[in-house]
């Protein structure tokens, strides 16, 4: 894949006439904007949104994802796991970053005649594959070998993603709910009968996701529905030591449905035309055809109540889903009898978040409850002194037994 991306990029580039005039068309195109500190939630993509916002998206993507988590499970240390997570993260880097150098050449490419006003192409995710020809189309082969470095990479992430959901399917409700036993012949041939079905269940959500807008909003959009709420509870679990099973179950539930509801929504007013996502200026000028106009789309289309609400970029959905999951999980723990710190293992919450509390509130910590596990150590402490008081007390009857036979025999 990145042989792929490097070669159509940079083949790109040198027929533009190098890296600066591609950088040069970026910056007069308004294509390049580091620092939008913008706190308006609505704005689609500012500083805090990419920070903040995508600091909550990753961290769902390597915390919680049953993928990623079966790829640590995989090496025998936790040492080996931490490096492999450091090497995903440079091959990450550099594959965003080739990507959205790409994004410029493209725009360079076409910023006098876009591609998608003149109906070339009838989506936007269809621009590269339009690029790749026009850079490639005339050397044989290499279309066909980007299409297969692109395709070799997309299908180790899916068949790695269909190999959890079918295992995860396996052990949690075939095994815990209708068969305690199975043997591996058998659980071999259900687990692939269940990605065999993952996969069809795949591909039909494919004309689902079509109706999310782009490849990158719709798969992020994805994430932040799913994976907000999956994050919400670990993190529920992890720091929050209040939080009890009815808590997480009923806060997990109303995140999923909130979201759901915020992003199929959104995706509803789009298509009603209630709701448009804002874009920037392109231009027809330079197109060999003549008389040729864009057409003009509202700004922002409706505006004023829950539509309001549906313009929260996506870029924050993972953190929303995230905060729904705690917030009603701690309310619901709390109005359910929550889980006393105190009788809790303090294996079970984050060590860093335990001396970090302990460290910044000495004395409140103890209105709060904050001393995990001290009723655990007490009653270890109640039982170490009872069977240390009844040893002393068998020694002590037997010691008494042994003198009285010492006496016995010296008076015989």
Excluded at 8 to 28: C, F, H, Q, R, Y
């Amino acid at each position: 894949m990145f042989g792929s991306m490097l070669i159509v990029i940079i083949k790109g580039a040198i027929d533009l006439g190098g890296p600066s005039v591609v950088w040069e068309t970026a910056v007069n195109g308004s294509r390049i904007e580091f620092f939008n500190a913008d706190l308006d939630p609505r704005v689609r993509h500012t500083i805090w949104s990419l920070v903040i916002g995508g600091y909550f998206t990753w961290i769902t993507v390597y915390g919680t994802n049953q993928a990623q988590v079966q790829r640590y499970m995989t090496v025998p240390t936790v040492e080996q796991a931490k490096k492999a997570i450091w090497i995903n993260a440079f091959g990450l880097f550099g594959i965003l970053t080739i990507c959205c150098y790409g994004g410029l050449v493209i725009f360079a490419k076409y910023h006098s005649c876009d591609p998608l006003a003149t109906n070339r192409i009838k989506t936007s995710d269809q621009l590269f594959p339009l690029f790749v020809m026009d850079t490639l189309g005339e050397i044989p082969g290499l279309p066909g070998l980007f299409v297969a470095g692109i395709f070799s990479a997309a299908l180790s992430t899916v068949s790695s993603g269909l190999n959890s959901l079918a295992a995860i399917c396996l052990e949690d409700f075939v095994k815990g709910i209708f068969y305690d036993k199975l043997s591996d012949e058998k659980a071999t041939s259900i687990s692939k009968f269940l990605a065999v079905g993952f996969g069809v269940i795949s591909f039909l959500l494919v004309f689902v996701a079509e109706q999310l807008g782009g490849v990158l909003q719709a798969a992020l959009s994805i994430f932040g529905m799913i994976g907000g709420p999956i994050l919400g509870v670990f993190t529920l679990g992890l720091f929050f030591p209040w939080g009890n099973s009815k808590g997480a179950f009923v806060g997990t539930l109303t995140s999923f449905v909130f979201m759901f509801w915020l992003g199929f929504g959104t995706n509803i007013e789009i298509a009603k035309g209630n709701l448009v996502i804002p874009k920037l200026p392109v231009s027809v000028d330079g197109c060999p055809q003549a008389n040729l106009t864009i057409q003009s789309f509202p700004k922002q289309g409706e505006s004023g109540g829950v539509l309001e609400f549906y313009r929260v970029s996506y870029m924050w959905y993972s953190m929303i889903g995230c905060t729904v999951t705690i917030l009603v999980g701690l309310f619901v723990s709390f109005l359910t009898k929550f889980q006393d710190p105190r009788e809790l293992d303090p294996n079970l919450i984050s060590p860093p978040i335990d001396r970090l509390v302990r460290f910044l509130f000495p004395e409140f910590r103890h209105k709060i409850l904050w001393d995990l596990g001290r009723k655990m150590r007490d009653a270890k402490e109640t039982i170490n002194r009872s069977s240390h008081e009844a040893l002393r007390k068998q020694s002590d009857g037997v010691l008494n037994k042994a003198f009285d036979y010492d006496h016995t025999e010296t008076k015989c």
